[in-house]
Structures are given as C-alpha cells and as structure tokens.
C-alpha cells in the first residue's frame, strides 16, 4: 500500500513546512550514503539544522561516513517500540546543527516494515523540530524505498557513469513515478490500468505514462486530470557521482531529457562530483571528506550543488 500525504503529513507539519530531502539510488556501491552524508554536513554548514536518517534498513553505514561509532540506540528501537519517540533515537554529531539517526543495521527484518510502521516512521520524521531531515535511502526500488523517495520535498536520485547505474536510475524514477499515480489514482478502475501499464506483457499494450495517460483520458478525464498534475509535480533531481571524463558531465542532462521524453517528468539535474582521492583517502581514516579535504575538488562541488538545491536551481545546458 502506497503512502498517502494526508496520513503522513500531520497538520502541525503542513504549517511549519519543515523539509524533508531524500537521497534514492537505483544500485548498491555508487556512493550515496556518502553524498547523504556531505550534503548534510553542508547544510549545517549553512546555518540549517539538520537530522540525517539513515534508512537503509538492514544495511545501515551512514555513522560510519560521519565518522563515528554505531550508537547505542538506533531505528530500530524506535521501529521495535524499544522507545516511543524517534527523538530518543538522534544522535549528536561532531558538527554544530548536524545530527543523526542511524540505521537499523541490526535488525534484518527491518527492510520489510509494514505499512503503519512506515506511517509512523514518517510522520515522526516530518514532526522533527529542524528546519531539513535528510534521508539516506537504501538502493533498489522496493515499496518502502519509494513510498520515503516520493513523500520528499527534494528527491536526489545518484548515479555513477556505468551503464547499470544509469539504467537503475532511469528504471527507479519510472517505478516511482507509477507508484506515485497508483496512490493517487481516484478508481479502482484507473489503479487496474497503471498496474496494467507495469506489466511489459499487459495485452492492453500500455508501455509509457504517456500511453497510460492517454487511455485514461478516453474513459475518465477528470481521473487524468488528477494524474497529470501527480506527474507535474513529480521533479527528482539527478547527482552524477565519480565524474571521470568530461564527457560523464552529459549523463545527468541525457536523464533529464530521457525522463522528458519517455515518462513525461520534469527531473533536473543538481550537480556533479568528481572522483577524488581525497574522498577515499577520508573514508579510510574514518572522516568525511568535507572536513578533512575541504579544498579538495570533491568538497567544492557538494558546496556548489547544496546551494543550487536549497536556491531550488538546476544544471543549465550550458553547464
């Protein structure tokens, strides 16, 4: 069961209008709990008061990347009702404005919560008292990943310049875009039809949203109506993680006008991060590489695309 915004999003939460920023990868290994990590650093940086959240349930590392020590407490307890509160759950860090909730590391079964577990994950998480929660995602496309990519103000969705990450990232902005329109869809009707438009041997032959749309629009408008401003608002914003070689720079436009032209969605590309030395050099003394090579190339560039996310600007094609 999709999550809906009105059973996430309490009425205090709807008023304060504190952001939630996420952080989504198609596969393992392309350095998103990292790029997690440095985008809060930054923003604490900025003067916002920052939580991380680790929600890379059963595989959590993101106090690693900050350098620190699991904690004692973590996700878990809160998910297991060890404590009432996710407030009992965050972690100090070493940064000013910058804290943590780690992951569930310890509890495997913790990628599965069920649906008023992830409810309740959420509307603790939106009733935090900071002004960004930040939250690393695990990779993959399963529900719980989505349900957290699309309940986002700011959805960051990583990649590497391999042809599998590329083809995971176009694959999970599809998967969630379908995931957005049957929660949304106002008939039973309508949620056959997307469920239809999933399935590549559907004799229907719907085989893009726009398709979907189309059919739709034939039978029910006002249902299409509904779904084509789910769309609308639907903007992930795409990273470019270990640039190599000039021509990697491209990637995240060629997703941008791929997302465009075959899934109808108005994605932008955030920025970009060179492979550095100075990020592994980091990693291996248990640091972040913004601390500990804040002139480096790396760490000037996640200076660059923090402030272009919290302006709410984008790569231009001239970049």
């Given at each position: ?7 996430v999003?309490?009425v ?29 650093w ?32 973590t996700?878990a ?5 060890r ?13 000013p ?33 900071v002004d960004?929660?930040?939250?690393d ?11 957290f ?8 969705l ?15 902005i ?24 999933l ?10 949203p726009?398709d ?21 608002a ?77 302006k ?5 094609s001239?970049?």
């Amino acid at each position: 069961m999709a999550l809906s915004v009105s059973e996430v999003l309490p009425v205090d939460a709807r008023l304060t209008r504190r952001q939630i920023w996420s952080v989504g990868g198609g596969k393992g290994g392309i350095g998103k709990s990292l790029l997690a990590a440095s985008v809060g650093w930054q923003l604490a940086r900025m003067g916002r008061r920052v939580v991380l959240v680790d929600a890379d349930l059963g595989g959590a590392n993101l106090h690693t990347c900050l350098g620190l020590a699991m904690p004692q407490r973590t996700l878990a307890d809160f998910i297991q009702r060890r404590v009432s509160s996710i407030d009992d759950v965050v972690t100090e860090t070493t940064v000013p404005g910058l804290r943590l909730v780690s992951g569930a590391g310890d509890l495997l079964s913790a990628a599965n919560i069920k649906h008023l577990q992830k409810v309740r994950v959420m509307n603790q998480v939106r009733a935090l008292d900071v002004d960004v929660v930040l939250i690393d995602l695990g990779a993959g496309t399963s529900y719980n990943i989505l349900d957290f990519f699309l309940l986002s103000d700011v959805s960051i969705l990583a990649v590497v310049p391999e042809p599998t990450s590329i083809e995971n990232g176009y694959r999970f902005i599809k998967s969630a875009l379908y995931r957005r329109m049957r929660a949304a869809a106002p008939t039973a009707t309508v949620r056959r039809l997307v469920d239809a438009a999933l399935d590549p041997k559907s004799p229907l032959g719907i085989r893009t949203p726009v398709d979907l749309l189309s059919r739709i629009e034939a039978d029910e408008p006002e249902s299409a109506q509904a779904l084509r401003r789910e769309v609308a608002a639907f903007q992930p914003r795409f990273v470019v993680n270990e640039i190599r070689d000039v021509a990697d720079v491209a990637i995240g436009h060629q997703m941008v006008a791929a997302c465009a032209r075959h899934l109808g969605v108005r994605a932008s590309y955030a920025g970009f991060v060179h492979h550095d030395d100075a990020v592994w050099l980091a990693v291996r003394r248990r640091r972040l590489f913004m601390a500990d090579a804040p002139t480096s190339q790396a760490a000037e560039e996640i200076r660059q695309l923090t402030r272009g996310l919290v302006k709410g600007e984008s790569l231009g094609s001239g970049y």
